[in-house]
């Protein structure tokens, strides 16, 4: 496969962004995944497109990531090749009506701090959240009562059919934790968002109030993948693997966060084995004790022993 990529991809792409054997545990906030065939950096649509053109002449499977800040790879690795939308396709524009447009590959935290600096509100909640507003968009990120979906004005997309597509955002099929993004396998390319005019004090003071809290509750000394399970209509997954007695749960170095419940945290050296056993018991004990079926909200990737 390598002689086969570079051989189609170099004139296209600088093969100093084409990675062979590539450790996914340098590419997921939970750091943990075996090594994948091919990654690609992709730094401009055409680039993504040539990816894609390869992989459906070769019939070679392909993944799409951001910051892979919600995602478990499997030990054995990923076939085929991982498409990494990130800092190379990042670029940010700032409108004159209360707007930015923001490439996909482009962090959550970037935009935020583009957005206060120029005194545009929105986009507080976000600031946080360690993910790229591509991912964001695909699985309609949220927190402390915001949603991506609040502050987009459309979505430029790329389907599998090649056909690039502006949707706005009442066409976006958002919902909790989807959108049409995830439910038709599209490829979120560029996002325009519109914000309002506010005050620099109080946006800094707001998304530093946000991020405290954050770091008060959440288990950021470990690597994780976020909140491991969706919220259940009618309760919180994390005060239900706490009453169901799991709090510290642990499985080799997979361990449920005494600190916050719905946190599966990686202690050092968690195998994807580890995680998804540990998941899997949770569900089960929770199942069993309140009727209530848990379901992930990270995304499993790769080869599973």
Known sequence: MEGDILGTLREVIDPKRIFFDESMKKHTTFRIGGNADVLVKPSSVTEIEAVLHWCSEQSVPYYIIGNGSNLLVGDEGIRGVVIQIGNDFGQIEIGEDQTIW?????????????????????????SGIPGTI??????????????????????????????????????????????????????VLEVKLRLSKGNRK?????????????????????????????????????????????????????QVSEKHCGFVINRGNATAKEIETLMNDVINRVEEMF???????????????
């Not at 707001?206 to 209509?233: D, H, I, V, W, Y």
């Open 102 to 126: 923001v490439q996909a590959g482009c962090m959550l935290s970037k935009v935020a701090n583009a957005a206060l600096e120029h005194e545009l509100t929105g986009m507080e909640f976000a």
């Open 202 to 254: 109080q946006i800094s003071a707001k998304m530093k109030e946000l991020n405290e809290a954050r770091r008060q509750k959440q288990p950021l000394e470990f690597p994780s993948a976020g909140s491991t399970f969706k919220r259940p209509e009618g309760f919180f997954a994390g005060k239900l693997i706490m009453d169901a007695g799991l709090a510290g749960y642990r499985i080799g170095d997979a």
């Open 134 to 187: 591509g991912g964001a968009v695909m699985m309609n990120a949220g927190a402390y009562g915001g949603e991506i979906k609040d502050i987009i004005d459309c979505v430029t997309l790329l389907t599998p059919d090649g056909e690039i597509q502006i949707l706005p955002q009442d066409q976006m099929e958002f919902g909790y934790r989807e959108s049409i993004v995830s439910k038709r396998n599209y490829i």
């Open 291 to 305: 009727q209530v079926t848990l379901e992930p909200e990270i995304r499993k990737i790769g080869e599973f022993l």
